[in-house]
């Protein structure tokens, strides 16, 4: 565990509270009556509140829009289903500034409902509740629909050969079995809406702001580090404990319940009302998701005068001058891939210690160890970007001018992904093919390489695709670390959208198409090497 605790006390824990005590510290005395203070402004409340209820929102309209689909994944068998199952999960591997543009290109100011009909949704809450349940239709699906296709469906078709209904059956049988994996869905799309960025910085506007749009603007535009500092422990404060709850709920999904085979438990649909859902569920993924992702790629071609790739040529030139980008924004392709590689390295390395040692450690410190992995998740992305400029400047660890900055600050993405993805083969590796491999006279590094390595090879790459995917989207840390002349593609599409004219707002379509395209082919990688044992889960 050393090597994982090492990284996140240096690059975690050191650069938020570095920023935190930078921001509560005068002459190196708390101020902590600041807090007060902070809190008390009516405008910082009003963030709060809007943060909290758009959360809410959005994880109720999640849950009424996902939950049928997670049934349809679980308990039918139609073809395409794999590659349907790829199709709603790309939102969530794709980087919120992109999520974001798909939407502006559909909502907004010339988008496509204001061609047609004259609808704009880009200045009110609608555009920011669709993308929030867009980006997060996968984690319902997956979490929900991964346990749903396990339960043995023997004990509803009991309670209904008992005399209760259908809906009866469902709500006394297989909801409360269910809802240990709501729960945990419904946290996590939580944190992830509660602490949202780039789709609020690009919908929002001026009129609607998150706690972590709010901490990017105190601490990017308007400096004051005090204001920034409090909201950071206000978020971090928020996250603590929906990962707490999250943590008891995964634990009720481990061990409550007996599972079964997912392949014995889908069915062909038949009958009227099966292939009514199946429909439904199929326009929702086509409105929902196709729609806003094929209008991405058609902004990204409609071009003066009809159709072509003049936004795409456009990337290889620095522009008019405006002094957007020192390099060609096409460079950013390249960076964001090179970046992508190395952190994902960094976070095999990182995480694959970690969920080792979780396998063969037991008690309080290791579960607490667990919950802070997932913490990077939930903590403002923007403190930590900002903590490593101001902590990272010194030697022995002076990195503000290393090219090695981007990728640990994406690492801490891709860890939890690593470990989530990996912790549950690990544990379920008999330990007594360990055991008897030590005997043999194997030294715990071969035991490794012979017994884990072959069980877990496949985990592995997933590992690596999820932790390639995530951090080739990073955005909140990146936007402040990223060089000038190395931009990243989520950082590229930013300032592209913030500047006038249709050429930057072509050039970011095209480059939001470019990663959506990049992500796209990981996950469908990721798909193919997708086993039973992991179906459902992320």
């Known amino acids: 565990m050393a090597g994982p605790v090492a990284f996140f006390?240096?690059?975690?824990?050191?650069p938020v509270v570095a920023i935190v005590g930078r921001g509560l510290q005068v002459d190196g005395v708390w101020q902590f009556g600041r807090i007060g203070e902070v809190l008390g402004r009516a405008d910082l409340q009003r963030v709060l509140w809007f943060t909290t209820w758009q959360a809410l929102a959005s994880t109720a309209l999640t849950l009424l829009i996902a939950l049928p689909a997670a049934y349809v994944f679980a308990r039918f068998d139609f073809p395409g289903k794999g590659l349907l199952r790829a199709v709603v999960t790309v939102p969530f591997v794709l980087p919120t500034v992109v999520v974001g543009t798909a939407f502006l290109a559909l909502l907004g100011r010339g988008g496509l409902l204001d061609e047609l009909w004259g609808i704009r949704l880009d200045t009110t809450v609608w555009a920011i509740l669709l993308a929030h349940v867009f980006f997060n239709y996968a984690v319902v699906v997956r979490t929900v629909g991964g346990l749903w296709s396990q339960l043995d469906p023997r004990q509803?078709?009991?309670?209904?050969?008992?005399?209760?209904?259908?809906?009866?059956?469902?709500?006394?049988v297989t909801l409360p079995a269910l809802g240990p994996a709501v729960a945990a869905a419904a946290l996590m799309v939580f944190l992830f809406t509660f602490t949202s960025f780039g789709v609020v910085q690009i919908l929002g506007g001026p009129t609607f702001s998150t706690l972590e749009v709010e901490i990017y603007r105190q601490t990017a535009q308007l400096l004051d580090l005090p204001t920034a500092a409090v909201l950071t422990l206000v978020q971090f404060a928020a996250v603590g404990a929906i990962l707490a709850v999250h943590a008891w709920t995964?634990?009720?999904?481990?061990?409550?319940?007996?599972?079964?085979?997912?392949a014995g438990t889908a069915r062909r649909p038949k009958g009227a009302k099966d292939w009514a859902l199946l429909g439904g569920v199929l326009a929702t993924v086509l409105l929902l998701i196709l729609v806003p992702l094929g209008v991405l790629v058609e902004r990204s071609l409609d071009v003066p005068g009809g159709y072509g790739f003049a936004f795409y040529r456009a990337l290889q030139s620095t522009g008019d001058g405006g002094g957007s980008f020192l390099v060609p924004p096409i460079e950013a392709v390249w960076n964001s891939l090179q970046y992508a590689l190395a952190a994902t390295a960094i976070a095999l390395?990182?995480?694959?210690?970690?969920?080792?040692?979780?396998?063969?450690?037991?008690?309080?410190?290791v579960r607490g160890f667990d919950a802070l992995l997932m913490l990077p998740l939930g903590v403002s992305a923007v403190t930590v970007g900002f903590g490593f400029l101001i902590t990272l400047d010194e030697p022995p660890l002076d990195l503000r001018t290393s090219w090695i900055l981007v990728p640990l600050a994406q690492a801490l993405v891709g860890v939890p992904f690593v470990v989530r993805t990996m912790l549950p083969v690990l544990r379920a590796v008999d330990d007594r093919l360990r055991e008897a491999a030590a005997v043999l006279g194997a030294s715990p590094l071969r035991v490794w390489r012979e017994v884990d390595l072959p069980l877990v090879r496949r985990a592995v790459l997933i590992a690596a695709g999820f932790a390639f995917a995530?951090?080739?989207?990073?955005?909140?840390?990146?936007?402040?670390?990223?060089?000038?002349d190395n931009p990243t593609l989520p950082v590229a599409v930013a300032r592209l959208l913030g500047r006038p004219g249709e050429l930057n707002y072509g050039q970011a379509m095209a480059l939001s198409t470019i990663l959506?395209?990049?992500?796209?082919?990981?996950?469908?990688?990721?798909e193919r090497m997708r086993t039973d044992k992991t179906s459902g889960e992320f």
């Not at 006390?9 to 050191?14: E, G, K, M, Q, W």
């Not at 509803?156 to 006394?172: D, K, N, T, Y």
């Not at 009720?252 to 007996?258: D, F, I, K, S």
């Open 349 to 365: 390395l990182i995480g694959g210690l970690a969920a080792a040692a979780l396998t063969r450690r037991a008690g309080r410190f």
């Open 470 to 484: 995530v951090s080739l989207g990073e955005f909140g840390a990146t936007v402040f670390i990223a060089r000038p």
């Open 250 to 262: 995964i634990r009720r999904r481990e061990t409550a319940l007996r599972l079964v085979d997912p």
């Open 156 to 172: 509803e078709e009991a309670a209904r050969v008992l005399g209760a209904g259908r809906f009866a059956a469902w709500r006394r």
């Open 9 to 14: 006390a240096v690059f975690f824990a050191y």
């Open 516 to 526: 959506m395209l990049v992500c796209a082919a990981a996950l469908l990688l990721l």
